[in-house]
């Protein structure tokens, strides 16, 4: 197992990427508190992680919101008697273009990609200190690593995650917390109609599926437990000595 005993805590952890890492943490011997804002989610996932043998404990919470996102990351540790990892996991695909701006949307949108992990990481690392070490996780996007014309308010937000990582490996080294974060390509999670299918046109999403998978060299979706397995990787110990790194997962794209 390689985290044994470890208490993590995942956020937007019932659907996709944050449920795959759950499941995929869990029979590698962690403990772990999952926190997501959809109560039905989390029902779901309680209920197949018991149906498989494994305990989890659960916390709603509405990551957009300040009190919340503090809440979630205290009351976890609670539960889980520290936290020894954390994966902020949080995001939205925001708004699609800067004309004629809903600023509504633009602010949940940076409140969920950027200001949640910001909070994450300053709640958590009270709690990491406390255990002698650890190591966060943040979810950014390669849109965090080269601009996207079609989400350009999404791609601010997640550059910003890769530059809170950057900072914070610096910032938590002497605490003895590693600071990473991943960033995927397209995915074929619940998100991905945020990106493709804004229009709610079906056929311009297939389209637009198509077109942005022909930037991919592997020519295919990402799927989420493949970014869980990275996410496995650079909180485990495997990863000792990897810190600021901001890993794509997005099957060649920013090689291109």
């Not at 994966?87 to 939205?92: F, K, Q």
């Not at 074929?188 to 077109?211: C, H, I, V, W, Y």
Request: contains cysteine; aromatic residues 4%; proline residues 4%.
């Amino acid at each position: 197992m390689r985290l044994p005993n470890k208490l993590v805590v995942v956020t937007a952890a019932a659907s996709g990427m944050g449920r795959a890492g759950v499941e995929l943490f869990l029979r590698e011997g962690a403990r772990v508190a999952a926190v997501d804002v959809s109560a039905d989610g989390l029902a779901s996932l309680a209920a197949e992680m018991t149906a498989k043998g494994h305990a989890i404990d659960t916390i709603q919470a509405d990551l957009s919101r300040p009190d919340d996102m503090r809440r979630s990351i205290n009351e976890a540790a609670e539960r889980l008697g520290g936290i020894d990892l954390l994966w902020a996991h949080a995001g939205t695909p925001g708004p699609g273009g800067v004309e004629n701006l809903d600023l509504t949307a633009y602010d949940h949108a940076i409140a969920l990609n950027i200001t949640s992990a910001t909070l994450a990481a300053g709640e958590a690392i009270g709690h990491m200190r406390k255990r002698g070490g650890g190591a966060m996780l943040f979810t950014a996007s390669v849109s965090g690593l080269v601009g996207s014309m079609f989400s350009p308010v999404y791609s601010a937000a997640k550059f910003a995650v890769v530059g809170l990582t950057k900072s914070l490996a610096q910032r938590f080294a002497a605490d003895n917390v590693r600071v990473n974060v991943v960033c995927p390509g397209l995915a074929d999670t619940p998100m991905k109609l945020g990106f493709t299918g804004r229009s709610g046109d079906p056929d311009e999403a297939a389209a637009n599926q198509q077109r942005m998978l022909t930037t991919v060299p592997m020519g295919r979706l990402c799927k989420a437990e493949e970014v869980a397995h990275a996410a496995l990787w650079l909180l485990s110990d495997d990863a000792s000595f990897v810190t600021g790194v901001a890993l794509p997962v997005d099957g060649g794209f920013t090689a291109r």
